[in-house]
């Protein structure tokens, strides 16, 4: 697994973009652990698709994220592996 950092103005874009989505699940987790200074979090496989939804149209920044999630979300497929939650 590839750990990623963010800078502090693109984890509050992301939340914001959640929200804006209705996603509001994955976007508390991510404002949680940047609120408790969490470096490392481990996503559940919806949380990554919810981060998919709103990479769509990546802002700067966040294109690199959302290579890293794409090739996260191919590698199961691509083995035969079921995913779940």
Do not use: Y
Not at 28 to 47: M, N, Q, R
Not at 56 to 69: F, I, M, N, P
Not at 70 to 81: F, T
Request: proline letters at 1%.
């Amino acid at each position: 697994m590839q750990a990623f950092r963010l800078k502090t103005k693109l984890v509050l874009s992301l939340v914001s973009r959640l929200l804006d989505a209705d996603l509001g699940h994955t976007a508390d987790v991510l404002e949680t652990a940047h609120e408790f200074g969490i470096e490392t979090l481990a996503l559940s496989i919806s949380a990554r698709a919810d981060l998919l939804t709103v990479l769509d149209d990546c802002a700067e920044g966040l294109c690199e994220l959302r290579a890293v999630l794409l090739k996260q979300q191919e590698w199961p497929v691509r083995e035969g592996i079921s995913q779940r939650n």
